[in-house]
């Protein structure tokens, strides 16, 4: 009876035993994360974990013993993060923009995400790689990267790829973009729209348009929320393509053969269920909030995980079109941003 007894008291944390270093670093690196984000707020800490992440996996961290937890961080606590990211959204925000608004955002979604894989076709560029580089910079960033990851099971090296060149171009356009206001002709306003349709995380949509003041701010989250409302349909898009194409075409980094992907991803679907419990106004403020801290952490443990995978030697070898292709990428939804903004006469 005692040994029945004690049973269940012992498999699941023996099971879950080879996952605690490796989640136990990732607690680490975002807790660092959130403190350097405290000292200099313009780094988000989602991309101060993606660095941290980078660095431990080449300073000779002893990765084998944290792998299983990394890869847990990396896929689990990733997913859990973005159907978090549904509770920023209210589709009353999104309809505010109105008609025209609307659909030159979606005109910016489309034409960087299928121009950029287009240029990376022309320019050699891996199809894994070119894809997740055109969801990163039309979507939202790092975020976009990995959801677009777990329909499409693509190398870990794409996939670090596409965040880092995402990371970085975001990071400048905090710099950059303010610079180029005045010599744009753009008042507050239009450059808060500029702004939310042109650069890929949130936290970097916030510091851009805080260097110009309340009033650019506004219409950069909201521009920049409505592009996030379009994860869900591109992801679930591009999964349905690949179950008409068949699995076999499609194998996993490590050589194996996917199975087909589910039509719509269960991720997907508590994005959108949190998106409406958001437009519902079912939760108060102090739950949102807390919603909000919690999606940060989960969102910066699982990019650290994916930025431990980073070969710095190898990227730096084998990304030069990659690289290229990030940058033709930023032109070309800051280009295509900007001509919106002239058009609706925000």
């Known amino acids: 009876m005692n040994a029945l007894a004690s049973a269940p008291r012992t498999r699941l944390p023996r099971a879950f035993l080879p ?7 990732a607690v680490l690196a975002v807790a660092a994360a959130f403190v350097v984000n405290h000292l200099l707020p313009a780094l988000s800490p989602l991309t101060i974990a993606v660095i941290l992440g980078v660095v431990a996996g080449n300073t000779g961290m002893n990765l084998a013993m944290l792998k299983p937890g990394l ?17 920023k959204l209210a589709v009353g925000d999104v309809l505010h923009l109105g008609g025209r608004g609307l659909a030159v955002v979606v005109a910016v979604v489309v034409i960087t995400f299928f121009g950029t894989q287009l240029l990376g076709r022309a320019m050699g560029v891996p199809a894994g790689t070119r894809l997740l580089i055109a969801t990163g910079f039309s979507i939202c960033g790092a975020s976009a990267v990995a959801a677009m990851d777990g329909v499409t099971r693509s190398r870990e090296q794409d996939v670090v790829t596409a965040i880092a060149l995402v990371t970085m171009c975001g ?34 949509v916030v510091a851009t348009a805080s260097v110009v003041g309340p009033a650019a701010l506004a219409p950069a989250v909201i521009v920049k929320l ?51 419990v958001r437009s519902l106004g079912l939760l108060p403020d102090g739950v949102l909030d807390a919603a909000q801290t919690a999606e940060t952490v989960l969102l910066a443990a699982a990019l650290f995980g994916l930025g431990t995978s980073v070969h710095v030697k190898t990227l730096f070898t084998t990304g030069g079109r990659a ?6 990428s930023w032109v070309t939804i800051a280009g295509v941003s900007y001509a919106g903004v002239l058009l609706v006469g925000a």
């Open 19 to 25: 996952q605690l270093p490796g989640l136990a670093v």
């Open 71 to 87: 890869t847990f961080a990396a896929k689990r606590l990733l997913r859990a993060g973005i159907v978090l990211l549904g509770l």
């Open 171 to 204: 990071s400048l356009a905090i710099v950059l973009l303010p610079l180029l206001q005045h010599p744009l002709g753009l008042s507050d306003v239009a450059f808060g729209t500029w702004t939310g349709a042109s650069v890929h995380d949130v936290a970097q």
């Open 226 to 276: 409505t592009r996030v409302v379009l994860l869900a349909p591109l992801v679930a898009g591009m999964s349905l393509w690949r179950r008409r194409r068949g699995a076999a075409s499609y194998p996993q980094g490590d050589g194996t053969i996917a199975r087909k992907p589910p039509i719509v991803p269960l991720f997907v679907v508590g994005f959108l269920t949190m998106v409406a």
């Open 323 to 328: 690289l290229a292709l990030g940058l033709a």
